[in-house]
């Protein structure tokens, strides 16, 4: 059973629509990227799936045992206050809180946790370090070690490469293939073509006025790719 | 100092110190969070739709703080919910609620046969405004207000950090919204009568934003904001004192001192 089910899903805002009936599934261990042009409805579609929009029809389902407390989120770098006076292990470890219930404070293994992830994105040494004095590619990853604390299995990415230089990006791709290898689920957004076709095996193309859902080798047949590609290659 | 001593000797100014500075204490932490989510002027819209509550209280007689912590609740909730999705925006509806609440509370007192308080001590406060009972209520309230703060403290920073994320992870933001909503007009109507209508939102937001010119960690900002707050409660009661000033307008005045001499260092320092 696919991990998350979309059927004829259509989302508008103040009655105008900005997506219009679309059909997928995300499989587990997927990485599908969702590819499309400016205000194709890309974004909000991914709040559709975290569930901070509500679709005008259809339905999005997620498989029985995935709970919306287990969804790691990575927002648009712009959605995020860039000067908020907070230190990045407190940062990371708010990732854990919804595993916390109505507890206030955090234990042991939500900080090992919070640890482990800081480690593993290499970023052990800003620890102690305030966020609001972080470079760009620098607070990116301690908001992906959020959303790693937040998530085993499910991780959506909104535009994550956005702001970052060649070389940061090329780090963040292979950080993001090394986590799906280890099993976990991979949504992103991404103006970036290059990337997105080098990495994902599913894509999802918002156009106009069709769609395209299905896996990258599909893409790269289907007249939707080719234009698309034609065009940006 | 043996002025100080002196001042203390007043049961009324006795009670004022111990209320405001537990009031001083819960606006300085809820300031944070409301500064940095870009509700600074929810204190103002509040002690506005406090002030015409208060009227309508005293017009009908009923005890005032039962009749306004519930209509600013209302109130609170209805100004955090705005930036969700709504045609006005958040500033504009404070501002909608602003000066429509004044109007409906001036209205109240002028239409209100044998009221001889003065609206002016209202508008800009009095230390004269504690009776024992409120003294009481005072305490426990906000004794309460700290508490659910602590308790909350890592949802509070979540929600304030990246609440989109916090929604999408599951966390029961709109909860927390909502907590954050009605320990600030707990807050909010208990620190009006003394520092007056148009001065609440001072403690709200001063001691707060001065806190952040040096500090760069939440907790650090919300414990030297709780200090600051204190002390600069202290010191503008004091300066009342000494001076015969408002105690609300002496506070502010303290406030602004303090923020510039913050701002200053900052600015040396970098």
Known sequence: MPLITCEGVSFAYEGKQVLNNLNFQVNKGDYLCIVGENGAGKSTLVKGILGLKE??????????????????????????QRDFPGGVFEIVLS??????GI??????????IAMENLRALGIEDLKKKCYAELSGGQQQRVLLARALCATSKLLLLDEPVTGLDPKMTSDFYSLVRELNEHGITIIMV????????????????????????????????SSLGKEFLGREV | ?????????????????????????????????????RYSMIGDGLSHVGFAALAIAYAFNTAPLMVSIPVCLVAAFFLLRLTENSKIKGDAATALLCSGALAIGVMTISLTQGMNTDVCNYMFGSILAMSREDVYLSVALSIVVMILYGFFYHKLFAVTFDEQFAKATGIKTN?????????????????????????????????????????????????????????????????????????GASIVIVDIAVFMIFALYRRLMK
């Open chain 2, 175 to 247: 909860w927390y919204n909502m907590l954050l909503a009605l320990l600030t007009s707990i807050t909010v109507v208990l620190g009006m009568r003394m520092m007056g209508t148009l001065l609440i939102s001072s403690l709200i937001v001063f001691p707060a934003l001065t806190a952040m010119r040096v500090c760069k960690r939440f907790f650090s900002v919300i414990l030297l904001s709780g200090i600051l707050s204190i002390a600069e409660f202290v010191s503008g009661v004091y300066i009342s004192y000494v001076f015969s000033t408002p105690t």
């Open chain 1, 190 to 221: 991404s103006h970036d073509l290059a990337g997105a076709l080098t990495n994902a095996d599913h894509i999802i193309h918002l156009g106009k006025s069709s769609h395209f859902f299905g896996t990258l080798d599909e893409y790269r047949e």
């Open chain 1, 55 to 80: 679709p005008e029809s259809g339905r999005i389902a997620f498989e029985e045992g995935l709970k919306p407390t287990e969804v790691g989120y990575l927002p648009q770098q712009a959605d995020t």
């Open chain 1, 95 to 100: 990732g854990r809180l919804n595993s916390r």
């Open chain 2, 1 to 37: 100092m043996n002025t100080f001593i002196e001042m203390l000797q007043y049961p009324f100014l006795q009670r004022a110190l111990i209320v405001g500075i537990l009031i001083s204490i819960c606006a300085a932490l809820l300031g944070v969070s409301l500064v940095l989510k």
């Open chain 1, 103 to 112: 507890k206030p404070f955090y234990s042991r293994t939500d900080k090992e």
